[in-house]
């Protein structure tokens, strides 16, 4: 019995031993089962998720990465350079910094903006939104062509230099060492360099060069991997008919009749009359080129083809040509102006001082209202009309400048009983100093209307001439005999006895006209009695011309006639233009007379 229980308690012993045996390789089992299955899962998340960037993001995520380490910048290419015809820098380029954001780099949007907001003088809240704005892209401009100092005080900003955030690109600058030297002439380009006035405008497709993007690579600090990226094509480089030393005596005589006259705006235009180019060209107010923005629509409004104003006595000249040239006058022809008046039309016409018996010479030379309105009359509107689109009024002259206006010009047939005595006078007929200035070029040159032109040349970067411009004559208006005939007169207008005494160059003959023209006043429908347009045009040496000039004054306080008021300015620029050119003085032997008989 006892060996029963003792054989069973053995064999009970056996069969726990054998349990706790299996349980623990049981668990064992089920717990590599669940660690297999995990590193399966794992694995197998890890390889959807490799398939899923490799293959269904890897455009995006590669567009990603090129945003982060590659950069598309634009490279701007020098503009080129404009000279002056004896090849002085007018317009050029200097190398600035431009600074750029890595909006994907930035950590602290605000602080950044807040630190650099003073420094580039751009509101932080306005920084803020261009760097949100350009959250997923790699490159974005925060200011451009910036000045040295901003450069410097940029640069203390180490942090976000450091960290890839911010940095620097060299661009060209647009810039213009003659500061308002001939600012009207260039014109200026704007912060992409594209030409906003004047030559840089016209000629901004010959100027500005090619312009290419490229990629660059970054490191991790935001810095440029490559070294080989070459420069663009650069512009053409251009050659003016300007002569910047006439430029500089033009303009420092206008500016002195400025002040003198204290006048609301004053032209200068000096042309060579034989080939149309010009030599210089100068409007007040002006402005500096460098900074446009700082300057309105006034100064830099270019009013020697832009405004028109009634040219007065200065288009008895046309007249007397047009007259001389259909032989409705001769030279020795008589006209009584006695009675200092008279009345076409309804319309009373005054001489400023009253005149006895005048020759045809008298006329011009005295600048007589009353003589001028009996030549017209001789000469007739239809053949007045048929000359003043000959010597080019009512259209442009065609100048390579922006925003030339073609002046105004009725149709003969729209013309009233009293357009023909007015028009004779320089009244009814709207002008720029331009076409004032061409017409008298063609009664010095012997009679042919020239185009004027300012570009000379267009040279390739490697020196090649790939565009040039010549002295180009569109029609002659007049014979070589009547052209002789009015040099002859117009002298006589700077001698005793003419209205322009003061524009005589001691040492040569100048010959020219002076005007002075009452403003229309819309408001009232009358020519007010306080406001004037004084003007002096002409050319000298008379004889053999080598530089023609007009002078408009806009509102002169004071004296307000031509001859006291814009000749004297033109005999300032004839004098130091003929110094500064070296045109000998004429002697008694050369000095011809008009003989009237």
Known sequence: MIKRRTRQKVESRKLWDEDLTRAPLEGSRKRALIIITVILFGFGVILFRLVDLMVLDHEKLSERAAQQYIREKTLTPQ???????????????????????????????????????PIIKVSAGELE???????????AWLARRMDLETSRRLGELRAPFKEGEIGFVTEPKRYYPKGQTASHILGFS?????????????????????????????????????????????????????????????????NAAMEERKAKAAVAIMMDPMTGEILALANRPTYDPNFPAAAGGEEKRNRAITDLYEPGSTMKSVLASAALEEK??????????????????????HDVHRHGVLNFQEVIQKSSNVG?????????????????????????????????????????????????AAMSIGQEIGVTPLQMLRAYSAIANGGVLMKPYIVSEIISPDGKVIKKNSPKEERRVISQTTSATLRGILKTVVEEGGTAQKASVKGNFVAGKTGTAQIFDPKTGRYSKNRFVSSFVGFAPADDPRVALIVVIYEPQGATYGGLVAAPVFKNIIEHTFTYLDVPMETEENRIYLVSK
């Open 129 to 139: 939104g261009v760097i949100h704005k350009k959250k997923d892209k790699g490159f």
């Open 372 to 420: 001028a309105v009996k030549i017209g009359m001789r000469l007739g509107a239809a053949k007045y009309y048929e000359y003043l689109k000959k010597f080019g009024y009512g259209e442009k002259s065609g100048i390579d400048f922006p925003g030339e206006i073609k002046g105004i010009l009725r149709n003969v047939k729209n013309w009233s009983g009293t357009s023909l």
């Open 328 to 349: 409705a006058v001769r030279p020795g022809d008589l006209f009584d102006a006695s009675r200092g008046a008279i009345t076409v039309g309804g319309k009373t016409i």
């Open 190 to 254: 704007n912060i992409d360099d594209k030409g906003i006035a004047g030559v840089e405008l016209v000629y901004d497709e010959y100027l500005k060069g090619e312009v290419k993007s490229v990629s660059v690579g970054m490191d991790a600090k935001g810095r440029s991997l490559a070294s080989d990226i070459k420069e663009t094509v650069p512009g053409n480089n251009i050659i003016l008919t300007l002569d910047e030393g006439l430029q500089y005596i033009v303009e420092r005589e206008l």
């Open 79 to 117: 503009r080129g350079v404009i000279w002056d015809r004896k090849m002085r820098e007018m317009a050029t380029n200097i190398e600035t910094d431009s600074l750029y954001v890595v909006p994907a780099r930035i950590r602290d949007t605000r602080n950044l903006s807040s630190a650099l907001a």
